[in-house]
């Protein structure tokens, strides 16, 4: 089974930006959904964006929770076995717990759908 750590987290103000990575202990482009994931404090833990496997029509693309839309960009890095998550423009909101997960038979925000999580990396946004 994939391992995954995060890491990259860290305390930034409002407006500004962090990048995440996760490093996976297999190349994740032919066999897994990739996903981030957050908790934030009083809320489920929620789907932010993800990527499909590369042989599905538009793979290599990746989607956005609309809360992450316009603001975060999630890469994938295959030689470096990584994926990224840059965020920018970052909220209060966002404040949270971000975790990467994948999973081989589902893609979207559905937590129940990975089976394969990291520890996670905290973000906190805050004056």
């Known amino acids: 089974q994939v391992q995954l750590v995060e890491s990259g987290g860290g305390s930034v103000q409002p407006g500004g930006s962090l990048t995440l990575s996760c490093v996976a202990s297999e190349n994740t482009e032919s066999r897994y959904c990739m996903a981030w994931f957050r908790e934030t404090p009083g809320k489920e833990r929620e789907g932010v964006a993800w990527i499909p496997l590369s042989r599905v029509p538009g793979g290599a693309n990746a989607r956005y929770a609309d809360s992450a839309k316009g603001r975060f960009t999630f890469t994938r890095d295959n030689v470096k076995k990584t994926l990224y998550l840059q965020m920018n423009s970052l909220e209060p909101e966002d404040t949270g717990r971000y975790y990467c997960?994948?999973?081989?038979?589902?893609?979207?925000?559905?937590?129940?759908?990975?089976?394969?999580w990291g520890q996670g990396t905290q973000v906190t946004v805050s004056s």
């Open positions: 997960a994948a999973s081989f038979w589902s893609c979207g925000t559905s937590v129940s759908g990975y089976p394969y």
